[in-house]
């Protein structure tokens, strides 16, 4: 039995490989984490209570950010899906106020979201779409019924990373498409800031991927990899962390994308820096296409 550094207690079980002995990360032992000697998952091994989660959700502010430069990466995105488009049906798991939903829609699909949070889940249909609580139970949506499943910066606020595996290959149709964005345990960012790298917060996240680790859980569920990078780097949450400066202003990195946006030689600088955190593995954001496994043919 491994018992946790911080409570007196056990750890849980890996929370997608199910292996039972963890190994307690000390150096993260505020956000209880432990790496898996099975999958090299690293994951929150100590459960949130209900009131810690109520805690931590129940006050969370409805005031989204709406980047302008965001809704330009979400159209550039749905064009990319069209390829996948047969029914016409897609979902955006963990929709928030449901900007991505709103997009959608313009691009002509039939979108539904979840979410987790029940004033966002009114602000969605106030707006007129659709949207059923998170996580989705069996019955609210129909299975195999969607060409495209989205998750952006979700699925590391998943407590059953398993169980939500499984409803992602039950709703979508073989061939259909789950991308999904999730910050990199492995990031340049997170070796140098170690414990104080800021996405690093319990109860807010609960599962730490890898590139590998990604391909890992998913692969389980018969969705195959189409693609996995990494991008990207916050330098004002970096400097922040290694105590280079106060901590960053809000909007900041919103500041700095608007110039590269605005600059083909900062465009450029931007294509190279994303050219090497890729090949290394080391951007703070892990962006994969995953593609669900037609079903074998009778013989």
Not at 78 to 90: K, P, T
Request: charged content about 25%; proline content about 7%.
């Amino acid at each position: 039995m491994v018992l946790s550094p911080d409570l007196d207690r056990p750890l849980r079980s890996c929370v997608v490989c199910g292996r039972a002995d963890p190994v307690p990360l000390p150096r993260y032992r505020r956000a209880h984490l432990a790496r898996c000697r099975g999958c090299g998952l690293v994951f929150a091994a100590r459960q949130p209570s209900e009131a810690e989660l109520a805690a931590n959700y129940g006050g969370y502010s409805r005031a989204d950010h709406d980047s302008p430069i965001t809704r330009r990466r979400y159209r550039e995105l749905l064009e990319d899906f069209e390829a996948y488009r047969r029914s016409g049906r897609i979902l955006d798991m963990g929709c928030g106020i449901g900007f991505f939903l709103e997009e959608a829609e313009r691009a002509g699909w039939e979108a539904y979201g979840s979410e987790f949070e029940p004033r966002a889940i009114e602000i969605v249909r106030e707006k007129g779409l659709r949207c059923v609580p998170a996580p989705i139970a069996a019955g609210a949506l129909e299975p195999g019924g969607f060409d495209v499943i989205t998750a952006f910066e979700v699925v590391e606020h998943l407590q059953e990373p398993r169980a939500e595996a499984a409803t992602i290959a039950r709703l979508l149709r073989p061939g259909g498409l789950f991308y999904c964005t999730t910050p990199n345990f492995a990031s340049l960012s997170r070796r140098l800031l170690r414990d104080r790298w800021e996405v690093i917060e319990f109860p807010e996240h609960l599962t730490y991927f890898t590139p590998a680790t990604l391909r890992g859980w998913l692969g389980d569920f018969g969705l195959e990899t189409a693609k996995v990078r990494t991008t990207g780097i916050s330098l004002a949450r970096l400097r922040g962390g290694l105590g280079r400066s106060a901590a960053p202003e809000p909007g900041s990195d919103e500041d700095l994308r608007t110039r590269i946006e605005g600059s083909p030689v900062l465009r450029g600088a931007k294509a190279a820096l994303n050219g090497l955190l890729g090949a290394t593995h080391t951007g703070d954001t892990i962006k994969g296409r995953f593609v669900l496994r037609a079903p074998v043919p009778s013989p």
